[in-house]
């Protein structure tokens, strides 16, 4: 297996970040290659991975997750704050037996060194396995976010062989990427990456490739919207001609994304999903994006970060955003809710109505007090 740099972090340990006294039985663990799917290399953690892998976020039918895994995806990405703590336990339940077969991921939002220890431990009990894959911190979209006992964490699960992997996710790859490069103490970054976004991302995507760490890309369908205005004939056509598939395509045309982890909800997902691995990304679909980008620019916080420190009442306007797209987008009521109550009281108790104009002006189209304005009226 190979290895990863020292620390750059004077004394933050004395280990070296990716390497692994990995068990027997991992070595048993390699999962069979099936016919008919891509294949990438994870970063130097040297798993073989699918292009395309299982986000388990959305999914609420374990015979989907138990059929992915039967057609060959072998890269399964959970969380234990997803569904309430529930979709570890479905997830694991739909991979009995099949764990020699797979990759497995999740994650953990704690902010301490005991309280992530302590939720690895009740991960790794709901998902019936006595270790993950990689293992992410969760949401850091700063370096502030991330402080040096999180990695220590990390390391001492390791060490304890209750991981392989690190990893950390972002919604903020252009500040995150070139942090944990410098850090050296991830072997995975999963971040949000799709056609919506400026060169600073793939920039970041690549420079992450560069440095050795597995990339893996979520949020590939620019937030769903598959639910927003379901009786409109645009939104209606783009998806009838293939918008989200064109969208996972557009990710997997860059060698420098391991794999993805698009949310799958039903059997017709999973087929379509699994033909992004198979079919090439044309000009047809190149063309399809942009009238699906004119779409939903209304609607889809792009993840800037300009109009940062721009709401006069103090909001956190891209986290807001992503929340609401998680109700309007995905369909996921629930986790929208849960996040925005997690806004301190002053700030959830904000509303956009109250304000004669928006200081926020967003220079690609999304009708930010609107937005805001849904998410106070859905979540508040």
Same mark, same amino acid.
């Given at each position: 297996m ?7 972090s004077?004394?933050l ?5 990716g ?7 991992w070595a048993?663990?390699e999962p069979?290659?099936a016919?008919?799917?891509?294949? +990438?290399?994870l ?15 959305v999914t ?5 997750i138990e ?13 234990r ?30 902010k301490?060194k ?15 396995t ?8 969760? !949401? ?6 991330t402080p040096?006992?999180?990695?220590e964490?990390q ?8 991981? +392989? ?12 990427v ?14 949000t990456?799709?056609?919506t976004m400026d060169?600073a991302?793939s920039?970041?995507?690549?420079q992450?490739?560069a440095?050795?760490l ?5 949020k ?7 639910r927003?205005?379901?009786d409109?004939?645009? !939104?209606a056509?783009?998806k009838r001609?293939?918008?989200m ?8 045309k860059?060698?420098y ?14 087929e ?5 691995m ?17 779409f ?25 955003l ?11 009521f629930?986790?929208?809710?849960d ?9 959830a ?9 928006c ?6 189209g ?15």
């Open positions: 190979s290895t990863r740099r020292d620390f750059l004077v004394g340990l004395t280990s070296v970040a390497f692994v006294p990995a068990p027997s039985a048993e663990a069979h290659s016919k008919g799917l891509s294949y +990438r290399v970063g130097k953690t040297g798993l073989k991975v699918t292009s395309v892998g299982c986000g388990c976020m609420s039918d374990a015979s989907v059929r992915a895994a039967d057609m060959g995806i072998n890269y399964f990405d959970t969380s704050n997803y569904q309430h703590g529930n979709n570890e336990r479905l997830v694991g339940q739909a991979l009995k037996g099949k764990r020699q077969n797979i990759w497995l991921s999740s994650k953990c939002d704690a301490t005991e309280a992530v220890l302590k939720e690895l431990d009740t991960s790794l009990s709901e998902l019936g006595d270790h993950l894959d990689v293992w992410y911190l969760h !949401g850091k979209n700063s370096p502030s976010e040096d006992e999180l990695f964490a390391q001492i699960a390791r060490q304890k062989g209750k991981i +392989r992997f690190a990893g950390v996710s972002t919604h903020n790859s252009k500040d995150m070139p942090f944990l490069v410098k850090k050296g103490a991830t072997d995975v970054v999963l971040a990456y799709n056609f060169k991302f920039d970041a995507m690549a992450a490739d440095a050795g597995g990339v893996v890309a979520m590939v369908m620019a937030g769903g919207l598959r927003i205005k379901p409109d004939p645009n !939104g056509k783009l001609e293939g918008a598939l064109a969208a996972l395509k557009w990710v997997l860059d060698a994304v391991h794999t993805t982890i698009p949310g799958i909800t039903d059997m017709d997902q999973l379509e999903n699994l033909k992004a198979t079919e090439p990304y044309s000009p047809r679909e190149e063309h399809l994006l942009a009238r699906q980008l004119d939903i620019s209304p609607l889809y916080c792009r993840m800037c970060g300009e109009c940062d420190g721009d709401c006069v009442k103090g909001l956190p306007v891209a986290d807001v992503r929340y609401v797209m998680y109700a309007d987008g995905y369909g996921q629930e986790l929208g809710r996040h925005f109550k997690q806004l301190p009281a002053e700030l108790s904000v509303r956009c109505a109250d304000c004669p104009t200081t926020v002006k967003c220079r690609f999304v009708n930010v007090p609107q937005r805001l304005s849904r998410a106070q009226e859905m979540f508040a």
